[in-house]
């Protein structure tokens, strides 16, 4: 019997070291708290011109709110304060430019893209500079969405508006409602195209005519065609570098009378075969927004 219990006694030991080695080497949590960057559309959002003031759409003109599907952007930065030169604060994005076409620009078939209340990007929060932001700043560069339109017929339709809104953009060909559209070349600022019962047509806009909104235009002016959209934090927003949960960041666009055209016949409806003609297409605002 005593022999008995030595053996058990032995290999309860055995065992409890064995336990004991396994918790002592597990492996430790490794997983890192992230920022997520999240898009979000909204036609109730105020509406403000370049230089970040209530503007409301001009005499001669008419808008509508459309219904955006989905948008890229190709750089996102914070900024400390309103006297952050462009470039200065804490790049947190930047896409991929490319000079296949010849001068540098937005290489789109490598964008980003997300939706209405979707993802555009996650990166770990150890990646950005601790500190206290009140600004962001984003360059948009694409948007798509549907628009309502008059034809000729009398008859009301809705069309899908393509709109590159980046400085320069490198296109091979994009979809568009499952038209392919071939143009392997740079297009400027105001490239268009558009969609309707499976016909297209594109178009630039003049330049100069898309609305970027800044409310640092005096303190922080961006460059001409650049895109760049700025926004306040409402209470700032703090990274600490110490956080162990998610940060969201929700940057919500004004697409409040976004799409602006001058009327020909005065009746609000945009009628393209009545010679009337798309003079903005830029996004009308941004607050972003930390949850």
Do not use: H
């Amino acid at each position: 019997m005593k022999a008995v219990s030595i053996f058990f006694l032995s290999c309860f030991l055995i065992l409890s070291s064995s336990c004991t080695e396994d918790a002592n080497n597990e492996p430790e949590n490794t997983s890192e708290a992230n920022l997520i960057i999240q898009l979000k559309f909204n036609p109730t959002q105020e509406r403000l011109g370049n230089t970040g003031q209530p503007v409301a759409v001009a005499t001669g003109n008419a808008a509508q709110s459309p219904t955006i599907s989905k948008m890229s952007a190709n750089y996102i930065e914070f900024a400390p304060n309103g006297l952050t030169a462009l470039g200065a604060g804490e790049i947190i994005f930047s896409g991929d430019e490319t000079t296949s076409g010849g001068e540098k620009a937005i290489n789109f078939q490598n964008a980003e893209f997300a939706g209405n209340n979707e993802t555009f990007i996650t990166l770990p929060i150890s990646e950005i500079n601790a500190g206290d932001y009140e600004w962001v700043r984003v360059s948009l560069a694409y948007q798509e969405g549907n628009i309502d339109f008059l034809a000729e017929n009398g008859n009301e339709y809705t069309g899908t508006l393509a709109s590159f809104v980046g400085y320069n953009n490198y296109i091979t060909s994009f979809n568009l409602n499952g038209n392919e559209i071939a143009v392997n070349e740079n297009k400027l600022q105001g490239f268009w195209a558009f969609e309707t019962l499976g016909f297209t047509t594109q178009g630039q806009a003049p330049e100069g005519a898309t609305t970027v909104p800044n409310p640092l235009f005096d303190s922080s002016p961006i460059p001409q065609g650049s895109c760049v959209v700025t926004g306040e934090f409402e209470n700032g927003f703090t990274i600490s570098g110490d956080e162990t949960e998610d940060v969201i960041v929700t940057l919500s666009f004004s697409t409040n009378n976004s799409f602006e055209w001058t009327e020909v016949n005065i009746d609000g409806k945009y009628e393209p075969s009545a010679g009337e003609q798309v003079v903005d297409m830029g996004l009308r605002g941004l607050i972003p927004m930390v949850d």
